[in-house]
Nanobody, 124 residues
């Protein structure tokens, strides 16, 4: 199993940038597909991005492609979400998640472990 802890959320102006971190403990995150999800007020939790456990290849939701970048630091057992050109519609609680599955995992039901979430608020 793995324990996930997110950090780096906060308030940012539209057009600005923010980097979220997801620190994993228990097992190296290379044993999992790591994903980021977000949930806006009154909305369902939605997929943002994921990174393959073997080769680190990323996959992005269309809504964030070109603006967000997922990466990992194996030495620190940490996954990052670099968010650029932020928009008010990016405002949500962002969750880090992990699954022992393979390939693209874009559904919440496919993930086994979740972090506590970190709030990201983008002002106009």
């Amino acid at each position: 199993q793995v324990q996930l802890v997110e950090s780096g959320g906060g308030l940012v102006q539209a057009g600005g940038s923010l980097r979220l971190s997801c620190a994993a403990s228990g097992r190296t995150f290379t044993s999992y597909v790591m994903g980021w999800f977000r949930q806006a007020p009154g909305k369902e939790r939605e997929f943002v991005t994921s990174i393959n456990k073997s080769d680190g290849r990323p996959y992005y939701a269309d809504s964030v492609k070109g603006r967000f970048t997922i990466s990992r630091d194996t030495a620190k057992n940490t996954v990052y979400l670099q968010m650029n050109s932020l928009k008010p519609e990016d405002t949500a609680v962002y969750y880090c998640a992990a699954t022992t599955g393979w390939g693209i995992r874009s559904m919440t039901t496919e993930y086994d472990y979740w972090g506590q979430g970190t709030q990201v608020t983008v002002s106009s």
